[in-house]
C-alpha cells in the first residue's frame, strides 16, 4: 500500500512558476513508478509527466515539455513537479499517482494503482 499527499498548489499569474509535492507513506516507494495528472473542471484526466522507478526515465505530455519538470527522491520519499512558464490553459487539479509496474512508460490512468487526493492550481491571465 502507498498513500499520496500533494501538496504546493495555488494561485499564480500567468508567467509563473509553481513546484508541486508528492510525499508518499511507506517503505516501498523506490519500488513504484509516479506520475502526474489533472483534470480540468469538464475535462477527463490528462497525463502530464512520469518518471520511472529509479528516475532515470522521464515523459511529459506535449503541451507541458521544456516547461514542467518531474524527479523524484527516493530517500525522501517525494515526487516534485517543477513548473515554470504557466499558462491559465494548466488550470486544474494535480494528482499524483504510483504504479506497480516497473518497466515501460505508462501514461493511462487506468495503469495506476494508488492516487493523491489533487492538489489545485489556478493561472490567472
Known amino acids: 500500500q502507498v498513500q499520496l499527499v500533494e501538496s504546493g498548489g495555488g494561485l499564480v499569474q500567468a508567467g509563473g512558476s509553481l513546484r508541486l509535492s508528492c510525499a508518499a507513506s511507506g517503505r516501498t516507494f523506490s519500488s513504484y513508478a509516479m506520475g502526474w495528472f489533472r483534470q480540468a473542471p469538464g475535462k477527463e484526466r490528462e497525463f502530464v509527466a512520469f518518471?520511472?522507478?529509479?528516475?532515470?526515465?522521464?515523459h511529459y505530455v506535449d503541451s507541458v515539455k521544456g516547461r514542467f519538470t518531474i524527479s523524484r527522491d527516493n530517500a525522501k520519499n517525494t515526487v516534485l513537479l517543477q513548473m515554470n512558464s504557466l499558462k491559465p490553459e494548466d488550470t486544474a487539479v494535480y494528482y499524483c499517482?504510483?504504479?506497480?509496474?516497473?518497466?515501460?512508460?505508462?501514461?493511462?490512468?487506468?495503469?495506476?494503482?494508488?492516487w493523491g487526493q489533487g492538489t489545485e492550481v489556478t493561472v490567472s491571465s
Open positions: 518518471i520511472s522507478w529509479s528516475g532515470g526515465s522521464t
Open positions: 499517482a504510483a504504479t506497480a509496474q516497473r518497466i515501460g512508460l505508462y501514461s493511462r490512468p487506468n495503469e495506476y494503482d494508488y
